[in-house]
């Protein structure tokens, strides 16, 4: 396995990545905004976060799908999601704040709670300005580091579109800062729902410049 950088592109191969365990994680670019989708696998148990687009592209790259979480209600993280459950039966998950707005929510999700995957556990991490529902899944390596999939919630270089909205930016951040940078160390790695990776620590001490700027 080739050493895992994060970089994908649309129709290319998917960036795939041992989180140990016997988990792995494969990222694909689907879609004309380049949206990430992440497989998590797990035995014979997968799950994957934001059906975004390319139903064909997921469902060949699908083994035995169990989940689907989306992230948030924004229609370019769900385009593919009611094929994609349709033709695997697997059940979709998204925050009870968002889920009236995505297509074929069966389940709904709230702070704290925890999906699993094989052995391996995700928690919810509701996370409130890009929209209302916004969630981040979270998984710990076994005395390892986090890795946070954060939708458009956190992206190399700030924080999600909160489009000019002052109070959705003030909560966008406050959360962001107070329920991932205060509580997960500098090599924690997230996986945004578009374009590259990062860590918390590349990031950390752009905050203040992220918060004066106001976006």
Do not use: C
Request: proline share 4%.
């Amino acid at each position: 396995m080739s050493e895992y950088t994060g970089d994908v592109t649309r129709g290319g191969p998917p960036a795939v990545r041992d989180l140990g365990g016997g988990l792995t994680l494969r990222k694909v670019s689907v879609g004309p905004m380049d949206n990430n989708a992440y497989f998590l696998t797990s035995g014979d148990q997968e799950l994957l976060i934001d059906a975004a687009n390319d139903a064909a592209t997921l469902l060949d790259l699908a083994g035995s799908l169990r989940t689907v979480v989306t992230t948030h209600r924004h229609q370019d993280h769900w385009v593919a999601l009611s094929e994609v459950v349709a033709k695997t039966g697997a059940r979709s998950l998204a925050h009870e704040d968002d889920a009236p707005e995505i297509p074929v929510a069966t389940e709904t999700l709230r702070d704290g709670d925890v999906v699993t995957v094989g052995e391996h556990s995700l928690e919810v991490i509701h996370v409130v300005g890009h929209t209302p529902g916004s969630i981040v899944l979270a998984y710990q390596e076994a005395g390892g580091r986090a890795h946070l999939f954060t939708g458009d919630s956190l992206f190399p270089g700030g924080v999600g579109n909160t489009r000019g909205v002052r109070k959705n930016f003030e909560s966008l951040i406050n959360d962001v800062e107070r329920k991932l940078f205060d509580r997960f160390g500098d090599d924690t790695w997230f996986y945004p729902g578009h374009g590259r990776d990062s860590t918390l620590g590349a990031e950390r001490g752009s905050i203040p410049e992220w918060r004066a700027r106001g976006w």
